[in-house]
């Protein structure tokens, strides 16, 4: 059913020769493509057939075209995906727009999810069919109050039916981990729902950000991609030594990730 083997606890890109056009032109080369795939997943969505593994599916496509262009994807903790028994609430921070596309094609073969998003994206022309289809909590990212209300009143909802939430605490995306922006409402929803907290660091600056359209930056293939999956974690009275975890982990990662000195960690999270 699934393209991509994720059988082991850790996926490595495999090695493959680059052709001259994708190793010249790697962002030209991949964005019809993926267009291509939008468009397609917009016209299921529409009638109502975008289920979760055809979403899984194209996910997984777009993660192997951008392998096809040189960038190298390296996945970890998948094992703590496998032994999920139940929804779990995943806690990410945000670098890019290549998370939102491509993390459904890692976790849907294990547990059904949703994304807590930004509202103004179920505007999105074509795009928005298919975010709509996956039934998302839409926040404002304004109004911290309502965001809050709206994730706390909709998220167990979701959740009670089997499905998993993925959060970004960061206002924004960003390549520092800027610990005064990551809130706790993943680990607020977590304790509402009686759910495990699962955190998932990651490293996806390989997909920039975009002068003209912001969601279609160049590709950089010298970036590495990655992501880690940490074990569920259960909330317990407030959450702050949970919170802590989930910091702790996703900057350990990141560190090693990026190197000492480039993430943001100045200011005390809150």
């Not at 939008?38 to 057939?49: E, H, T, V």
């Not at 610990?179 to 409402?185: A, V, Y």
């Amino acid at each position: 059913m699934y393209e991509l083997p994720l059988s082991d606890d850790v996926y490595v890109t495999p090695q493959r020769c680059i052709g001259l056009a994708r190793r010249l032109a790697p962002s030209a080369c991949f964005y019809p493509f993926f267009l291509w795939i939008i468009y397609k997943a917009s016209r299921l969505a529409k009638r109502g057939l975008f289920d979760n593994p055809t979403w899984a599916r194209y996910a997984q496509q777009v993660i192997m075209a951008l392998e096809d262009v040189g960038i190298r994807f390296s996945i970890e903790g998948i094992d703590n995906l496998r032994q999920l028994t139940g929804p779990c609430v995943i806690v990410a921070n945000h670098m890019s727009m290549m998370e939102t596309i491509v993390a459904p094609g890692i976790i849907l073969p294990f547990t059904p999810i949703t994304f807590v998003v930004k509202r103004s994206l179920l505007r999105y022309p074509v795009f928005r069919h298919v975010l709509g289809a996956c039934n998302p909590i839409a926040v404002t990212r304004t109004d911290p109050r309502q965001d809050l209300q709206s994730v706390l009143t909709q998220g167990p909802d979701r959740l009670s039916k089997g499905t998993s939430v993925m959060a970004f605490p960061q206002t924004t995306r960003t390549t520092n981990f800027d610990l005064s922006s990551f809130n706790t409402i993943g680990i607020k929803l977590a304790r509402k729902a009686g759910v495990p907290v699962m955190p998932l660091a990651l490293r996806t600056d390989a997909w920039r950000n975009g002068r003209l359209i912001k969601d279609m930056g160049l590709l950089d293939v010298r970036r590495p991609v990655h992501m880690a999956f940490g074990r569920p974690i259960y909330v317990e009275g407030r959450g702050l030594d949970q919170h802590r975890q989930v910091i702790d982990f996703i900057q350990q990662r990141l560190t090693r990730w990026l190197g000492e000195g480039k993430v943001c960690l100045t200011e005390k999270a809150q």
